[in-house]
């Protein structure tokens, strides 16, 4: 009676072994011509060394990736080649390795990826940021909280964006540290990987932060970014204007909206008009404030209501004095009415808004009757 380790070296089970190893071997041949990688993969571990080989020493592109995308295939038989070949001298290889690695998705190759972001070759970085992004292993969350330091600007940028892909929350913190980075591509990178993760409080501070930076060019930049993609800053600032107790950082956040513009006009219309026991009524009258620096017509309906409904003189008030800056017909008739508010102060400052309106409209050649 044959034991398994017996059984293992009959001749049959030798030829059939020897068939396979030649069938790897033409499989391998045609890497470049056909699509061969399934059949490659159903021959399972006997393919892997085959396969790393071609990788590493086929100077054609198309069989190093049909190398690459049928080890990926074969899956964790293939790991220990693949974790190998990164630190291969070749740049193609050790691109393809890294990728393929990203596909299998096992926890090992964290650390290896994570270091990847350090390849001399920029395309080697960038594929090892896509394939830590794919992982999304919240194993790699430590190493890429230690990698926010790396004195590599790219590596904290990078590591910042894959923190923010995968979204835990444990990153908010070292996250936070970030945004003091001496890079603003830094700081923007980790801005937006708080806004990710869901902490809208963090990214209202990168925002205000920038803002008032000592480098002007930072400045600026934070300036041409919210007036150029100002929509996703909108609600991180409104959150701040609604939430924070320090009303000097909810001015701040104003002030970040007026330079949004008008993407920020109905989110301010909302809050300005809001259930008044969710709304702080500093937060109502700043929003109004914001509204008519602004200056955008959508506001004027709503500022008319809060002229008319709002609880607080404060923000009547200051609706008043928006309206006068957002101008039209509509806001003269709601001006007109303010006039016999309750308040002695609001209907002061709708009478000095109507003023306004009228000198405007007289120096355009128009008067209001």
Same mark, same amino acid.
């Given at each position: 009676?044959?034991?398994?380790?017996?059984?293992?070296?009959?001749?049959?089970?030798?030829?059939?072994?020897?068939?396979?190893?030649?069938?790897?071997?033409?499989?391998?041949?045609?890497?470049?011509?056909?699509?061969?990688?399934?059949?490659?993969?159903?021959?399972?571990?006997?393919?892997?060394?085959?396969?790393?080989?071609?990788?590493?020493?086929?100077?054609?592109?198309?069989?190093?990736?049909?190398?690459?995308?049928?080890?990926?295939?074969?899956?964790?038989?293939?790991?220990?080649?693949?974790?190998?070949?990164?630190?291969?001298?070749?740049?193609?290889?050790?691109?393809?390795?890294?990728?393929?690695?990203?596909?299998?998705?096992?926890?090992?190759? @964290?650390?290896?990826? %994570?270091? !990847? #972001?350090?390849? &001399? /070759?920029?395309?080697?970085? =960038? $594929? +090892?940021?896509?394939? *830590?992004?794919?992982?999304?292993?919240?194993?790699? @969350?430590?190493?890429? %909280?230690? !990698? #926010?330091?790396? &004195? /590599?600007?790219?590596?904290? =940028? $990078? +590591?910042?964006?894959? *923190?923010?892909?995968?979204?835990?929350?444990?990153?908010?913190?070292?996250?936070?540290?970030? #945004?003091?980075? &001496? /890079?603003?591509?830094?700081?923007?990178? +980790?801005?937006?990987? *708080?806004?990710?993760?869901?902490?809208?409080?963090?990214?209202?501070?990168?925002?205000?932060?920038?803002?008032?930076?000592?480098?002007?060019?930072?400045?600026?930049?934070?300036?041409?970014?919210?007036?150029?993609?100002?929509?996703?800053?909108?609600?991180?600032?409104?959150?701040?204007?609604?939430?924070?107790?320090?009303?000097?950082?909810?001015?701040?956040?104003?002030?970040?909206?007026?330079?949004?513009?008008?993407?920020?006009?109905?989110?301010?219309?909302?809050?300005?008009?809001?259930?008044?026991?969710?709304?702080?009524?500093?937060?109502?009258?700043?929003?109004?404030?914001?509204?008519?620096?602004?200056?955008?017509?959508?506001?004027?309906?709503?500022?008319?209501?809060?002229?008319?409904?709002?609880?607080?003189?404060?923000?009547?008030?200051?609706?008043?004095?928006?309206?006068?800056?957002?101008?039209?017909?509509?806001?003269?008739?709601?001006?007109?009415?303010?006039?016999?508010?309750?308040?002695?102060?609001?209907?002061?400052?709708?009478?000095?808004?109507?003023?306004?309106?009228?000198?405007?409209?007289?120096?355009?050649?128009?008067?209001?009757?």
């Amino acid at each position: 009676m044959f034991t398994s380790d017996s059984q293992s070296t009959r001749p049959g089970s030798v030829g059939q072994k020897t068939r396979q190893e030649n069938r790897v071997q033409e499989l391998i041949s045609s890497l470049g011509r056909e699509d061969v990688t399934d059949s490659l993969v159903e021959l399972g571990i006997l393919a892997v060394a085959p396969l790393v080989q071609a990788l590493k020493h086929e100077k054609d592109g198309l069989i190093k990736f049909n190398a690459a995308l049928a080890l990926s295939k074969i899956g964790s038989p293939a790991m220990d080649p693949l974790l190998e070949s990164i630190d291969y001298d070749d740049a193609d290889v050790r691109l393809e390795a890294v990728w393929a690695l990203g596909e299998i998705g096992d926890e090992r190759a @964290v650390e290896p990826l %994570v270091e !990847a #972001l350090r390849d &001399e /070759d920029w395309y080697v970085r =960038k $594929q +090892a940021a896509t394939s *830590l992004c794919n992982l999304k292993k919240q194993e790699s @969350v430590a190493l890429l %909280v230690s !990698a #926010l330091s790396d &004195e /590599d600007w790219y590596v904290r =940028k $990078q +590591a910042a964006r894959i *923190l923010g892909t995968i979204g835990d929350a444990r990153a908010a913190k070292p996250l936070a540290r970030t #945004l003091r980075d &001496e /890079d603003p591509v830094v700081q923007q990178e +980790a801005a937006a990987a *708080l806004g990710r993760i869901g902490d809208p409080g963090a990214v209202s501070d990168a925002i205000l932060a920038s803002l008032k930076h000592e480098d002007p060019f930072v400045r600026n930049e934070a300036v041409a970014t919210l007036q150029e993609r100002g929509e996703e800053a909108v609600p991180p600032l409104i959150h701040a204007l609604i939430h924070r107790r320090d009303e000097n950082v909810k001015r701040e956040a104003a002030d970040a909206l007026v330079i949004v513009g008008s993407p920020a006009v109905d989110a301010l219309c909302h809050v300005l008009t809001i259930d008044k026991k969710k709304i702080h009524e500093i937060a109502r009258q700043i929003a109004a404030w914001t509204l008519g620096t602004i200056g955008d017509d959508r506001a004027v309906e709503p500022l008319g209501k809060a002229l008319a409904n709002d609880t607080s003189p404060g923000v009547r008030h200051e609706a008043a004095r928006a309206l006068a800056r957002v101008d039209g017909e509509r806001a003269v008739e709601l001006l007109v009415e303010a006039t016999k508010d309750r308040d002695e102060d609001v209907r002061k400052e709708a009478k000095r808004a109507l003023k306004i309106l009228r000198a405007r409209d007289t120096d355009q050649g128009l008067y209001i009757t």
